[in-house]
């Protein structure tokens, strides 16, 4: 079965500090990752996607993450926290057999000013 | 272009009631997925519709039960309403010809059991 595991519950960084999630995923096959984004009282928002095509993916707002699959993870990375990245950040995977997004537990991210 | 819309955004409820939620998919999308959100939790999975049917549910019982309409709109009912059952309930849309696994997700409906 694929599942993902979010590593820390809250991860707290000073404003202009790198940022790192970490994640790890569990699938027989290579699987489809995500990243999404929830800010309080907002919607899902999808800040990159990982599907083979490359090993490291970008996506919005200065937002990376690198597929090792050596190493089954799927750590998000940016280089400078800004105030606006607080937020709570959730590691997914897609389960193509049944059509559905698996959630990891979430990281609440806080950034010091 | 709007996203995904769900109404109402917030509802109060008490036990053994029903409930109704809706949801608008993005433009161009013609597959709807239903996700609960606990508090403090992640997103779990309840159904996915496409062409008016059930393609897939997740580990939820008979009692939360959808539709999809032809405009490809779609509601979530609820019946005989716990406790357990207050948490943000999360529309998502997506492309079926896109592999349907590229979601966009509405600002949820909260909803609180009493």
């Known amino acids: 079965a694929q599942s993902v595991t979010q590593l820390d519950s809250h991860v707290s960084v000073s404003e202009g500090t790198p940022v790192l999630l970490r994640c790890n995923y569990s699938?027989?096959?290579?699987?489809?990752l995500f990243w999404y984004v929830q800010h309080p009282n907002k919607g899902l928002q999808l800040l990159l996607k990982?599907?083979?095509?490359?090993?490291l993916v970008k996506g919005i707002n200065g937002f990376e993450a690198e597929f090792k699959k050596s190493e089954t993870s799927f750590h998000l990375t940016k280089p400078s926290a800004h105030m606006s990245d607080a937020a709570e950040y959730f590691c997914v995977v897609w389960m193509d057999s049944s059509y559905k997004l698996i959630f990891g537990s979430g990281t609440r991210l806080l950034v010091r000013p | 272009d709007a996203g995904v819309t769900q109404s109402p955004t917030h509802l109060i409820k008490t036990r053994g009631q029903q409930v109704t939620l809706r949801c608008s998919p993005k433009s161009g999308h013609d597959t709807v997925s239903w996700y609960q959100q606990a508090l403090g939790q992640g997103p779990q999975f309840i159904f996915q519709?496409?062409?008016?049917?059930?393609?897939q549910r997740g580990n939820f019982p008979d009692r939360f039960s959808g539709h999809q309409f032809p405009n490809y709109s779609s509601e979530l009912n609820v019946n005989a309403l716990l406790l357990g059952d207050s948490a943000l309930y999360l529309c998502?849309?997506?492309?079926?010809?896109?592999?349907?696994?590229?979601?966009?997700f509405g600002a949820g409906s909260r909803l609180t059991v009493l």
């Open positions: 990982y599907t083979s095509a490359a090993t």
């Open positions: 519709y496409y062409e008016e049917e059930e393609r």
């Open positions: 998502a849309s997506s492309k079926i010809r896109d592999g349907a696994n590229v979601l966009t």
């Open positions: 699938s027989s096959y290579s699987p489809s």
